[in-house]
């Protein structure tokens, strides 16, 4: 057996870890069928061993939690592990593998923030801060270590060398509540003698504008910076340098930066100020400034910029520009490399998509709406007179174009794209006999990258905002993607500690405009339209929903305990609006059922189904007139049963009994007021939309009894839309799925593979690259029309996973799997595989004239049922040998189908499907 991926809290060799940590791995194991019971850790710092856990079983996942004597701050950390299979065979040990305690709640001692003693008005972008200092290290260095972290910002620099590395810090949290701290090694940087430090600080999504409506400074007007740096030396001594008023400053080349808002970047201004006896042309004193923030380790990937991409095509528009074309929607930064006159100033905006002639201009990202107030603003690049690299360290934007304004004599000597995403591990692959299928996939892929900032956020242009419904609909998916449980976990923490008193969690987590904040004024966001509309079903469900499904990704009931008391709050919100506004809602009578009905606050529906389905329109802005009018009851009641029914169930996995029972109640509560208002033919609901017909299959609103008429109704309502989908935000990503569970996985094929508007496959036949926010991408008029870079659509492609390739969990954690391809004829191979806390589950099948071929991996730690369908035992063959006489494989049939049960390996399955396909 060989160890792979062994990491600490869910991350490679982490540095900053300020809680008890819990160590994981994966095994791979050249023979088959594998359990792994158990596991032994062994921790040990310079001083010797510190925990030896045993022999312990482990939890669902391979992975077990620290349980020895409190360890130090600041302190580096080697473990390694070693297994038992299911016959007590062990295992060699694995590598060493390293990790180093942060700050543990010690705070940064006497380091101080600091600043410049300057102060810049709300809404203009501040000028960019240079600290710095020097220190004296007086024998070889043995171990160094930085803690730092800022309010906005930041990039750290020892002896004129980066000791940030290509990320943003820190990530956007909550920052009233919490600020991430970076811990970082540079014992390669420090050098016996004289060094400098420095720390370039600006505005970022602290002080920055953020948002939909670019609201700057939501968290404070006065950014600041902090760092203790800790040096051993091998004398045994320990240099400490902390920022405080001692340290220098003034202004750099970074002449401004806002996230979004554009960077100034002037080379003429380069020097040598963060190395010893350098310093910045004009300092500014240093001021030590009060703050209170809480600040703690990073405990998820950082967001990071990525291997460049090349321009396909530089093209000059008919205004003169030069439009670099790299091919790929993406959120990122362009790096410019321009030869020309000292002074000459060059600007570079962004667009996903390009006008009529050929220019950028992001208008399209508000429909009618005003543009400049979205402050997507060029960076711009001042020239040193030589050959300049300019990369802008602290804006990024969402853009496949990049346009350049170029004075004569100037020559753009190299452009290339630097993708900008959370540095998750992506580990779904898939690929079929459909070139359009693999590019939704992959549109998909890239809108995810896009959007996993350092936040899931929604498009990578017009807000970057982290709405929850978003991150909601498209959670289950992500982790087919990417192991993006540590990092959704990190963004759940900031919806806890954001939750308002009421239990309301706001739409955007973290907030970023005032609008979200408890007890906000009612701010008029469109004319006429007056809200804070924090609280809508569907969107702040995610505080129940991803909790869940980071449970069944990985297995810890840790991440249903931790949300446990938020997803309470949350629902009891429900419970309460619902209570209050018993007589006052739309039937005005106190009927029983209206205890549970959820007809007040603001909802956004289903959201952005096409038009002519539901509350599809092409004015966005009239829905949401609506929407603040008439309270979506139907998703709103739907949304209120489907979380207190799961967190019945959560309440009964954690021993939480009494609760269970409690908020079954509301389940069923919700569900009877639901039926009452919604069924009302034998197989017709309100509204009489795809979305609803979804919802009711996914959340079991329906009886039992009805649930196969409200299939066939749902597949009514895509023939008469000429299989079109007519879904919107919240049920797009599950209508494959309930399509396929109720035998009509024939037609999910069709909508699947429709390709004319509404659907996946026309954005993918007009060249999309990313997922859009609205089916079409235009307005009626042929304009392009809203967000090219939004995920939620493509949650679906969940469905190439768990159906088309048939790769399913099912139990929290992977431990058990079913691997039940949806075979037909219109693909002639597809395969797939995904990344399980155990490592790697992949199925491939190919098909020609009902022959079959599917090979499956199952990881070490799991079994598997392989389902065939339409097989019989006598006929098909595992490896070769027919499964009724193949040795310790159990089979089973039921006429349909064979189903093999299988422990881990890799094994090829063949047979002659008995059966046509259906509908080909
Ligand atoms: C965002 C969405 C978000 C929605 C709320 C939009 O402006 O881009 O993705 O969930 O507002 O409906």
């Known amino acids: 057996m060989h160890f792979q991926d062994l990491r600490v809290n869910g991350l490679v060799g982490p540095l900053g870890v300020d809680n008890d940590p819990f160590f994981s791995w994966k095994v791979s194991a050249e023979e088959r069928n594998v359990l792994l019971p158990h596991a032994q850790v062994e921790l040990s710092s310079d001083a010797g061993v510190v925990w030896n856990s045993?022999?312990?079983?482990?939890?669902?996942?391979?992975?077990?939690?620290?349980?020895?004597?409190?360890?130090?701050?600041?302190?580096?950390y080697r473990w390694r592990v070693r297994v038992w299979d299911q016959h007590n065979t062990v295992s060699d040990w694995s590598e060493w593998s390293a990790f180093d305690t942060g700050l543990r709640g010690a705070g940064f001692g006497e380091a101080q923030w600091i600043r410049l003693d300057e102060e810049t008005p709300v809404g203009v972008k501040a000028p960019v801060q240079y600290l710095n200092t020097e220190f004296e290290v007086t024998a070889p260095v043995k171990r160094a270590r930085v803690y730092s972290t800022a309010l906005g910002w930041y990039r750290l620099s020892i002896n004129g060398a980066d000791a940030t590395g290509p990320g943003y810090f820190p990530g956007f949290t909550a920052f009233d509540k919490r600020v991430e701290y970076q811990a970082r090694d540079i014992t390669d940087l420090v050098r016996q003698g004289g060094n400098a430090v420095g720390i370039i600080l600006s505005d970022g999504r602290f002080r920055g504008r953020i948002g939909a409506q670019a609201q700057p400074a939501i968290y404070g007007n006065r950014t600041a910076a902090i760092a203790r740096l800790e040096i051993e030396q091998e004398d045994g001594r320990v240099v400490t340098v902390v920022t405080d008023a001692n340290w220098h400053g003034g202004h750099g080349p970074i002449v401004d930066s806002d996230p979004r808002a554009g960077e100034t970047i002037d080379a003429r201004l380069r020097t040598t100020w963060d190395e010893p006896d350098g310093q910045v042309p004009e300092p500014i004193t240093v001021v030590a400034v009060d703050e209170a923030r809480e600040v703690v380790g990073e405990s998820s990937e950082p967001m990071l910029r990525k291997a460049p991409l090349a321009a396909v095509s530089i093209k000059r528009s008919a205004t003169g520009a030069l439009i670099a074309d790299f091919g790929q929607n993406h959120h990122g930064v362009t790096r410019v490399t321009l030869r020309g006159p000292v002074g000459s100033t060059v600007t570079v905006d962004h667009s996903e998509v390009l006008t009529k002639n050929g220019d950028v201009d992001v208008s399209y990202l508000i429909p009618g709406g005003d543009a400049a107030s979205l402050q997507i603003l060029p960076n711009v690049f001042i020239l040193s007179g030589g050959t300049d690299v300019f990369e802008p360290a602290f804006c990024t934007q969402g853009y496949r174009y990049a346009s350049l304004t170029i004075p004569e004599g100037v020559e753009l000597v190299e452009i290339v794209s630097l993708p900008v995403h959370a540095d998750l591990r992506y580990h779904g692959r898939f690929s079929s006999s459909n070139p359009l299928v693999d590019q939704f996939h992959k549109n998909v892929e890239w809108s995810m990258r896009g959007n996993f900032m350092d936040v899931p956020s929604d498009c990578p242009t017009r807000e970057r905002s982290g709405w929850t419904g978003d991150a909601q609909v498209f959670a289950h998916t992500a982790l087919l993607f990417a192991d993006a449980n540590a990092y959704l976990a990190n963004w759940l923490t900031d919806a806890r500690l954001q939750q308002h008193s009421d239990g309301t969690i706001p739409d955007v987590v973290p907030m970023d405009a005032d609008s979200w904040r408890e007890n906000a004024e009612r701010a008029e966001i469109l004319p006429?339209?007056?809200?804070?509309?924090?609280?809508?079903?569907?969107?702040?469900?995610?505080?129940?929903?991803?909790?869940?499904?980071?449970?069944?990704?990985?297995?810890?009931?840790?991440?249903?305990?931790?949300?446990?008391?938020?997803?309470?709050?949350?629902?009891?919100?429900?419970?309460?609006?619902?209570?209050?506004?018993?007589?006052?809602?739309?039937?005005?009578?106190?009927?029983?059922?209206?205890?549970?009905?959820?007809?007040?606050?603001y909802h956004w529906g289903e959201w952005l189904e096409p038009d002519g389905e539901g509350d599809g329109t092409n004015d966005v802005f009239a829905l949401m007139k609506d929407l603040a009018a008439t309270p979506r009851a139907w998703v709103a009641t739907a949304y209120f049963e489907h979380s207190s029914r799961l967190l019945a169930e959560i309440a009964g996995l954690l021993g939480e009994d009494d609760d269970s029972c409690h908020f079954l109640r509301y389940a069923d509560g919700a569900r009877d007021a639901w039926q009452r208002e919604y069924m009302t033919g034998p197989d017709r609901l309100e509204p009489d939309a795809q979305g609803t017909y979804v919802r009711a299959l996914e959340f079991a609103l329906v009886p039992e009894e009805r649930r196969q008429q409200t299939?066939?109704?749902?597949?009514?309502?895509?023939?008469?839309?000429?299989?079109?989908?007519?879904?919107?935000?919240?049920?797009?990503?599950?209508?494959?799925?309930?399509?396929?569970?109720?035998?009509?996985?024939?037609?999910?094929?069709?909508?699947?593979?429709?390709?004319?508007?509404?659907?996946?496959?026309d954005q993918v036949r007009r060249g999309a690259t990313t997922i859009w926010e609205s089916w079409t991408g235009v307005d009626p008029d042929g304009n392009p029309t809203m967000s090219y870079n939004h995920y939620s659509l493509g949650a679906a492609a969940r469905w190439l996973y768990e159906h088309l390739a048939g790769i399913r969990q099912t139990s929290p954690g992977w431990c058990t799997i079913v691997i039940d391809p949806f075979l037909n004829e219109r693909f002639s191979h597809v395969e797939a595989s995904t990344g399980t806390p155990f490592g790697e589950v992949s199925s491939r099948w190919t098909i020609t004239d009902g022959r079959v071929t599917l090979r499956v991996a199952i990881p070490p730690g799991t079994t598997a049922q392989v389902r065939l369908d339409g097989a019989s035992p006598q006929e098909a063959t595992i490896d070769g040998s027919t499964l009724d006489d193949a040795a310790g494989v159990d089979t089973n049939s039921d006429g349909t189908a064979v189903t093999a049960q299988v422990g881990s390996g890799t094994y090829t399955f063949e047979w002659q499907r008995a059966t046509a396909p259906a509908l080909v």
Request: glycine residues 12%; without cysteine.
């Open 54 to 76: 045993g022999k312990l079983a482990t939890p669902v996942a391979p992975l077990l939690s620290y349980d020895g004597p409190g360890l130090a701050a600041k302190t580096s």
């Open 528 to 601: 006429g339209l007056s809200m804070p509309p924090s609280g809508s079903a569907g969107w702040g469900d995610a505080i129940v929903q991803v909790p869940w499904e980071i449970y069944q990704a990985t297995g810890l009931l840790a991440a249903l305990r931790t949300n446990y008391d938020a997803m309470k709050k949350w629902v009891e919100r429900f419970a309460h609006i619902a209570r209050s506004a018993r007589g006052q809602g739309r039937t005005g009578h106190a009927e029983a059922h209206e205890e549970f009905f959820v007809d007040t606050g």
């Open 711 to 761: 299939a066939d109704r749902l597949v009514q309502r895509i023939r008469e839309r000429d299989n079109h989908l007519g879904t919107g935000f919240l049920s797009t990503g599950i209508l494959l799925k309930q399509l396929t569970q109720h035998g009509y996985g024939d037609v999910a094929l069709d909508v699947l593979l429709q390709d004319e508007a509404p659907s996946w496959l």
